[in-house]
Protein backbone atom coordinates (compact mmCIF):
# COMPACT_ATOMS: atom_id res chain seq x y z
CA UNK A 1 0.00 0.00 0.00
CA UNK A 2 1.70 3.03 -1.28
CA UNK A 3 -0.92 6.23 1.40
CA UNK A 4 -1.82 7.76 -1.63
CA UNK A 5 -6.00 7.21 -2.26
CA UNK A 6 -7.62 7.79 -5.56
CA UNK A 7 -11.04 8.03 -5.78
CA UNK A 8 -13.04 6.92 -7.97
CA UNK A 9 -11.07 3.74 -8.96
CA UNK A 10 -13.52 3.59 -12.21
CA UNK A 11 -15.91 6.32 -14.25
CA UNK A 12 -17.83 6.17 -16.71
CA UNK A 13 -19.29 8.88 -18.49
CA UNK A 14 -19.82 10.29 -22.27
CA UNK A 15 -18.52 12.72 -24.26
CA UNK A 16 -18.93 16.11 -23.62
CA UNK A 17 -18.97 15.88 -19.53
CA UNK A 18 -17.14 16.98 -16.94
CA UNK A 19 -15.59 14.92 -14.23
CA UNK A 20 -13.34 15.11 -10.87
CA UNK A 21 -10.41 12.71 -9.74
CA UNK A 22 -9.37 12.99 -6.37
CA UNK A 23 -6.02 12.09 -4.63
CA UNK A 24 -5.14 12.37 -0.88
CA UNK A 25 -1.63 12.16 -0.75
CA UNK A 26 0.78 9.86 1.37
CA UNK A 27 0.70 11.48 5.01
CA UNK A 28 3.38 14.00 5.36
CA UNK A 29 4.34 14.55 1.20
CA UNK A 30 3.64 17.96 0.29
CA UNK A 31 3.74 17.44 -3.58
CA UNK A 32 1.24 15.88 -5.80
CA UNK A 33 1.80 14.63 -9.58
CA UNK A 34 -0.72 14.04 -11.86
CA UNK A 35 -0.13 11.52 -14.67
CA UNK A 36 -2.26 10.01 -17.33
CA UNK A 37 -1.43 6.14 -18.75
CA UNK A 38 -2.69 5.07 -22.41
CA UNK A 39 -1.89 2.56 -25.06
CA UNK A 40 -0.94 5.27 -27.37
CA UNK A 41 0.83 7.91 -25.67
CA UNK A 42 2.56 5.66 -22.38
CA UNK A 43 2.57 7.45 -18.87
CA UNK A 44 2.51 11.61 -19.40
CA UNK A 45 3.04 14.10 -16.73
CA UNK A 46 0.28 16.51 -16.70
CA UNK A 47 0.86 18.66 -13.42
CA UNK A 48 2.38 19.33 -10.05
CA UNK A 49 1.47 21.13 -7.18
CA UNK A 50 4.13 21.64 -4.10
CA UNK A 51 2.25 22.75 -0.81
CA UNK A 52 -0.67 24.14 -2.64
CA UNK A 53 1.22 26.30 -5.59
CA UNK A 54 1.34 24.79 -9.37
CA UNK A 55 5.18 23.74 -9.46
CA UNK A 56 5.72 22.20 -13.11
CA UNK A 57 3.30 21.56 -15.60
CA UNK A 58 3.20 19.33 -18.43
CA UNK A 59 1.06 18.94 -21.76
CA UNK A 60 -1.99 19.12 -20.14
CA UNK A 61 -4.71 20.02 -21.98
CA UNK A 62 -6.68 23.85 -21.75
CA UNK A 63 -9.84 21.59 -21.06
CA UNK A 64 -7.84 19.99 -17.84
CA UNK A 65 -7.61 21.30 -14.67
CA UNK A 66 -6.22 21.06 -11.52
CA UNK A 67 -5.84 22.21 -7.24
CA UNK A 68 -4.37 20.72 -4.02
CA UNK A 69 -6.04 22.08 -1.36
CA UNK A 70 -4.64 23.49 2.39
CA UNK A 71 -5.69 19.89 3.78
CA UNK A 72 -2.95 19.03 0.41
CA UNK A 73 -5.13 16.25 -1.40
CA UNK A 74 -5.67 17.52 -4.78
CA UNK A 75 -8.17 17.32 -7.91
CA UNK A 76 -8.19 17.20 -11.24
CA UNK A 77 -11.17 18.27 -13.35
CA UNK A 78 -11.37 17.06 -16.59
CA UNK A 79 -14.30 18.69 -18.93
CA UNK A 80 -15.66 18.65 -21.91
CA UNK A 81 -14.43 15.16 -22.39
CA UNK A 82 -13.52 13.48 -25.77
CA UNK A 83 -13.25 9.60 -26.74
CA UNK A 84 -9.43 9.91 -26.31
CA UNK A 85 -9.50 11.24 -22.61
CA UNK A 86 -10.34 7.50 -21.52
CA UNK A 87 -7.58 6.58 -19.73
CA UNK A 88 -6.02 5.64 -16.69
CA UNK A 89 -4.91 8.76 -14.50
CA UNK A 90 -2.42 8.41 -11.86
CA UNK A 91 -2.25 10.53 -8.68
CA UNK A 92 1.61 10.38 -6.94
CA UNK A 93 3.20 12.09 -4.51
CA UNK A 94 6.79 12.85 -2.45
CA UNK A 95 7.77 14.79 0.44
CA UNK A 96 9.50 17.74 -0.86
CA UNK A 97 9.28 19.63 -4.25
CA UNK A 98 11.40 17.15 -6.55
CA UNK A 99 14.25 14.90 -7.06
CA UNK A 100 12.82 11.97 -5.22
CA UNK A 101 10.98 8.40 -5.14
CA UNK A 102 7.67 9.38 -6.11
CA UNK A 103 4.60 6.62 -4.22
CA UNK A 104 1.62 6.15 -7.09
CA UNK A 105 -1.88 5.43 -6.01
CA UNK A 106 -3.64 2.91 -8.32
CA UNK A 107 -5.26 5.28 -10.33
CA UNK A 108 -8.63 6.39 -12.10
CA UNK A 109 -9.68 4.39 -14.49
CA UNK A 110 -12.23 6.80 -16.77
CA UNK A 111 -13.99 5.51 -19.60
CA UNK A 112 -15.87 7.82 -22.20
CA UNK A 113 -18.51 6.07 -24.49
CA UNK B 1 6.60 13.57 -25.65
CA UNK B 2 8.24 10.70 -23.54
CA UNK B 3 12.02 11.08 -23.45
CA UNK B 4 13.19 7.14 -22.44
CA UNK B 5 13.21 4.07 -25.06
CA UNK B 6 13.43 0.93 -23.34
CA UNK B 7 14.95 -2.37 -24.95
CA UNK B 8 13.35 -5.03 -25.29
CA UNK B 9 9.58 -4.00 -25.17
CA UNK B 10 8.93 -7.47 -24.12
CA UNK B 11 10.87 -10.33 -22.76
CA UNK B 12 10.26 -13.80 -21.59
CA UNK B 13 12.09 -15.90 -19.60
CA UNK B 14 12.26 -18.79 -17.02
CA UNK B 15 12.18 -18.80 -12.98
CA UNK B 16 15.58 -18.26 -11.88
CA UNK B 17 16.95 -16.60 -14.77
CA UNK B 18 17.91 -12.83 -14.69
CA UNK B 19 16.48 -10.51 -16.99
CA UNK B 20 17.93 -7.32 -18.17
CA UNK B 21 16.10 -4.05 -19.47
CA UNK B 22 17.78 -1.15 -20.82
CA UNK B 23 16.60 2.28 -20.66
CA UNK B 24 18.23 5.12 -23.32
CA UNK B 25 16.85 8.88 -22.54
CA UNK B 26 17.96 12.50 -24.71
CA UNK B 27 18.86 15.22 -22.19
CA UNK B 28 20.70 15.85 -19.45
CA UNK B 29 19.17 14.31 -15.73
CA UNK B 30 19.31 14.94 -11.99
CA UNK B 31 18.47 10.92 -11.55
CA UNK B 32 16.91 8.30 -13.35
CA UNK B 33 14.12 6.23 -11.54
CA UNK B 34 12.49 2.41 -12.12
CA UNK B 35 9.57 2.00 -11.47
CA UNK B 36 7.81 -1.64 -11.68
CA UNK B 37 3.47 -1.57 -12.61
CA UNK B 38 1.43 -4.73 -11.99
CA UNK B 39 -1.57 -5.16 -14.27
CA UNK B 40 -3.70 -2.07 -14.03
CA UNK B 41 -2.15 -0.80 -11.00
CA UNK B 42 0.08 1.77 -9.67
CA UNK B 43 3.38 2.17 -10.10
CA UNK B 44 5.78 0.79 -7.24
CA UNK B 45 8.98 2.60 -6.92
CA UNK B 46 12.00 0.18 -7.42
CA UNK B 47 15.24 2.21 -6.99
CA UNK B 48 16.73 5.77 -7.53
CA UNK B 49 20.14 6.21 -9.31
CA UNK B 50 21.60 9.90 -9.50
CA UNK B 51 23.54 11.35 -12.17
CA UNK B 52 26.74 11.40 -10.38
CA UNK B 53 25.88 7.82 -9.65
CA UNK B 54 27.22 4.68 -11.72
CA UNK B 55 26.00 1.46 -9.87
CA UNK B 56 23.52 0.80 -7.69
CA UNK B 57 22.04 -2.39 -5.33
CA UNK B 58 18.82 -2.79 -3.73
CA UNK B 59 18.12 -6.82 -2.78
CA UNK B 60 18.01 -8.58 -6.23
CA UNK B 61 17.94 -5.18 -8.12
CA UNK B 62 21.43 -3.55 -9.94
CA UNK B 63 21.00 -0.42 -11.96
CA UNK B 64 24.07 0.94 -13.51
CA UNK B 65 23.54 4.43 -15.26
CA UNK B 66 25.70 5.48 -17.98
CA UNK B 67 25.23 9.25 -18.34
CA UNK B 68 27.96 9.38 -21.59
CA UNK B 69 25.63 7.09 -23.31
CA UNK B 70 22.61 8.44 -21.71
CA UNK B 71 21.76 4.97 -21.07
CA UNK B 72 21.08 2.65 -18.09
CA UNK B 73 20.24 -0.96 -17.06
CA UNK B 74 18.15 -2.64 -15.27
CA UNK B 75 19.31 -6.27 -14.27
CA UNK B 76 16.81 -8.73 -11.82
CA UNK B 77 18.68 -11.57 -10.37
CA UNK B 78 17.18 -15.17 -9.75
CA UNK B 79 13.88 -14.31 -11.10
CA UNK B 80 10.25 -14.86 -9.40
CA UNK B 81 6.76 -15.65 -10.98
CA UNK B 82 6.03 -12.52 -9.18
CA UNK B 83 8.25 -9.98 -10.92
CA UNK B 84 5.52 -10.78 -14.10
CA UNK B 85 5.13 -7.02 -14.42
CA UNK B 86 5.92 -3.87 -16.99
CA UNK B 87 9.09 -1.79 -15.81
CA UNK B 88 9.57 2.18 -16.59
CA UNK B 89 12.71 3.65 -16.34
CA UNK B 90 11.15 7.65 -15.39
CA UNK B 91 13.61 10.16 -15.44
CA UNK B 92 13.95 13.67 -13.85
CA UNK B 93 15.55 16.34 -16.15
CA UNK B 94 18.15 18.51 -15.07
CA UNK B 95 16.01 21.74 -16.18
CA UNK B 96 13.41 20.48 -14.17
CA UNK B 97 11.87 23.00 -12.05
CA UNK B 98 9.80 20.46 -10.11
CA UNK B 99 10.22 16.62 -10.02
CA UNK B 100 8.20 15.37 -12.73
CA UNK B 101 9.17 12.26 -13.84
CA UNK B 102 9.51 11.37 -17.72
CA UNK B 103 8.85 8.03 -18.38
CA UNK B 104 9.78 5.88 -21.21
CA UNK B 105 7.80 2.94 -22.59
CA UNK B 106 8.42 0.78 -20.63
CA UNK B 107 9.22 -3.35 -20.94
CA UNK B 108 7.13 -6.34 -20.54
CA UNK B 109 8.65 -9.06 -18.44
CA UNK B 110 7.05 -12.64 -17.98
CA UNK B 111 8.50 -15.52 -15.55
CA UNK B 112 7.40 -18.47 -16.26
CA UNK B 113 7.64 -20.71 -13.59
Known amino acids: DSGVTQTPKHLITATGQRVTLRCSPRSGDLSVYWYQQSLDQGLQFLIQ???????AKGNILERFSAQQFPDLHSELNLSSLELGDSALYFC????????????FGDGTRLSIL | SQQGEEDPQALSIQEGENATMNCSYKTSINNLQWYRQNSGRGLVHLILIRSNEREKHSGRLRVTLDTSKKSSSLLITASRAADTASYFCATVPHYNQGGKLIFGQGTELSVKP
Open chain 1, 49 to 55: YYNGEER
Open chain 1, 92 to 103: ASSATAGNQPQH
